[in-house]
Nanobody
Framework: QVQLVESGGGLVQAGGSLSVSCAAS????????MGWYRQAPGKQRDLVAV???????NYADAVKGRFTISRDTAKNTVYLQMSSLKPEDTGDYYC??????????????WGQGTQVTVSS
């Protein structure tokens, strides 16, 4: 079983900065990718940013140039540094991991979510 534990988040004024982090633990072979999704009230959960084990990163157009994702592979941890925050960045941020459990088995895991609120 794999657990994803998120930390960070909170309330910030528009234009401010905030960071969230997520650590994976449990029994697994390796982590292929880790990232963040967010879900605004009444909306679907959408990708914010993802980082693969090969160093590839991808960002939603809405956050490019403002958010930075990074990974510490030794600690199985992913970080999201958010700057120039806007009220539309408000939502629940969910950590995501694509994990290789065994030689032939890969699965997706989610954290519980952490709330980010940007006030105008």
């Amino acid at each position: 079983q794999v657990q994803l534990v998120e930390s960070g988040g909170g309330l910030v004024q528009a234009g401010g900065s905030l960071s969230v982090s997520c650590a994976a633990s449990g029994s697994f072979f390796s982590i292929n990718a880790m990232g963040w999704y967010r879900q605004a009230p009444g909306k679907q959960r959408d990708l914010v940013a993802v980082a693969t084990s090969g160093g590839y990163t991808n960002y939603a157009d809405a956050v490019k140039g403002r958010f930075t994702i990074s990974r510490d592979t030794a600690k199985n941890t992913v970080y999201l540094q958010m700057s120039s925050l806007k009220p539309e960045d408000t939502g629940d941020y969910y950590c995501y991991a694509n994990v290789r459990i065994g030689r032939d088995f890969v699965d997706d895991y989610w954290g519980q979510g952490t709330q980010v609120t940007v006030s105008s």
